[in-house]
């Protein structure tokens, strides 16, 4: 099955306030890079919709773990954020803006995402209704 992607605000502010405020752990995929890198969202700038360009959303995340992946998003383009919420694995786009040196919230700007792409469930996590089971439960057995 394929995956689905919602370009809603609301529940892309919903679900990056989530990550922030519980202090979520997400992994961040380099391009080219075949490691997972750990961080966290530690403060969402949501941008203000009234305003002209110039005050564009961001995400500040903390410093990658392993420390290499540091080095290594400056130079990457796109930046693939993942993460859970509860059954669910989502993921988005993003593009590294600048290291932040802003206290407390060293680590990293990424642009805050466009889309959140809901990743298909796992076959084991989903329930196969068979075809005899399709019928008993429509009372033709």
Known sequence: MPNFITKSKARIKQAIDFLAVNRTS???KLEEEQTLFDSIIVKADHGDPLLKA???ARLFIQWLSPAK???LIHSASPVQVRFSLGKYNLAFTSYYITKSLESPYLGHII???EALVIADRRRSDRHEVTATQRLFWQGKN
Request: hydrophobic share 35%; aromatic share 8%.
């Open 26 to 28: 997400i992994a961040v």
């Open 69 to 71: 992946g540091n080095n």
């Open 54 to 56: 110039g005050t564009a």
């Open 111 to 113: 642009t805050y995402p």
